[in-house]
């Protein structure tokens, strides 16, 4: 399963790649809340259209303890990360999805998780 970031979704909706995808449902969060405080009515309409063709992941306990235990690692060798981007990065692993984002700076410490950037 192929996961996409939210800086990854332009890139998708412009034709540039076909695979199976998902989101995590923090990445729909982070898109409505942008089209929301824009007032984008008619981007959201589009959005939430392409959320019916994809698989949407959300948290559970499982992802819980993961996103605790990466946080654990990260603090302990001097990383910290949003707390937004721990359980994105836990959502996937728990999932043995790959991560497709232009921000890998931001997951690159994760040891667990798969990181592709198709903009590079």
């Avoid at 942008?34 to 392409?50: A, Y």
């Avoid at 063709?53 to 303890?65: A, C, E, G, L, M």
């Avoid at 946080?71 to 001097?78: D, F, S, V």
């Amino acid at each position: 399963m192929i996961f996409l970031d939210s800086d990854i979704l332009s890139y998708y909706f412009s034709g540039n790649e076909k695979d199976q995808i998902a989101l995590t449902i923090i990445n729909v969060y982070e898109v409505l809340k942008g089209f929301r405080w824009r007032k984008n009515s008619k981007k959201e309409i589009l959005f939430t259209n392409f959320l019916e063709t994809v698989s949407v992941f959300t948290i559970d306990n499982d992802v819980i303890k993961l996103a605790a235990d990466i946080y654990a690692e990260l603090r302990g060798n001097g990383k910290t990360i949003g707390d937004a981007d721990i359980l994105i990065a836990a959502i996937i692993i728990k999932n043995n999805g790959k991560f497709v984002t232009n921000n890998t700076e931001h997951f690159v410490n994760i040891r667990e998780l798969t990181l592709v950037n198709w903009l590079k």
